[in-house]
């Protein structure tokens, strides 16, 4: 039982680190989309979104196949369920990276954002690929100091997130209502992404090492 | 084994009865809290909110320890799967509770809402509370037909939702960018409380009936 149950948790984890790469590829794609409004590439990330579905059904039966064929317990057991909690996560990124996609395709052929802001969410959505990539390699190679190190590239994206908020609120800002209103959503989404991707990397670290690290991933209030 | 795993599966459904009712709880007092501008119930609504994390952890702790000791398959796997979920879902909406109050709290002493967007607002919040409060109801009485009576309502929450953008966005909204701000953000959370609501109630009828309704619960895409 050891050995299958130890072959079977391998492939659950290559599947993770799968979908990491959909969705890294899918908010990066969604961001270009986005800052160059291409339509085109709007359009793709929207009608891959059903990939990023169907590999979370596909993680979520190997965990159930996982659960029923080995019976792990204690701390076995806990790995399989923290992968299962991933596998969700990893979903609702790739739902994030489809409402960047949306606003896109929404606002074309028109720019979604302003010059003036269009660097904050460069930024973040580069700070957001990277924290996806960053958690496949966790997955792939173990590298849990890799995993302490997203903590950093989240606060990051928090301050981003923050300081947009006081440029929309400005007394100068220029761009109306609706501008701010897409900014607020976007600027959302891209905090939410990032937040999610952390608790994955968290969730891979005690998948690969049996131990929940010590820090802390709540979502944070830059509200 | 059988009569173990029922009356396990009993008590963990009886903390996700209580768990909705702390979230239903709280989102009423945090509306209740930001149309009245109460400071003192926001305060309430964010120093019990730890209450609801301590309970979905309970639930993930009897979960684990009905997998552990009953190695359930099959359906009654499934269960216990569906009800892991529902706990994080119940969670989640304990925490949009919270970022209602925190936003009472944060404008205090001043009114977060302009007069002419308050219906809207105690609307929203009425349905979202009877959409938790029906959770309850589907997981105490197993009242299936509750469950599916919920996606109407979620429906009603989308569109004031969308209505609302509407209002905002509109060439004679005289509140400013701030409150406007304000109001996305908001409108957002009541959404996706709603959401979660219903995401919650059909993994519940799944839990007691051992399948899942067949009807749609994708998050809406009113944004």
Redesign the interface.
Known sequence: MREAYHVELENLATKLADMSVQVADAMERATTAMLDSDLELAEQVISDDTLVDDARADC?EQA?AL??LQ?P??TD??VV?AA??AA?SLERMG?LAL?VA??ARRRHPDPVLPQDVRKYFSDMGAIAVRLARRTEQVIRTRDVEAARSMEEDDDQVDDIHRHL?SV??AKD?EH???T??DI??LG?FYERYADHAVSVARRMVFVVTGRMPGYSSA?S?A?
């Open positions: 979520e159930y659960l029923a019976a317990v204690a057991l806990r369920l299962i909690h969700e739902d409402h949306k606003a908020f929309i609120m800002w109306g209502v609706p701010a209103v607020t959503l959302r979502e209030d509200v």
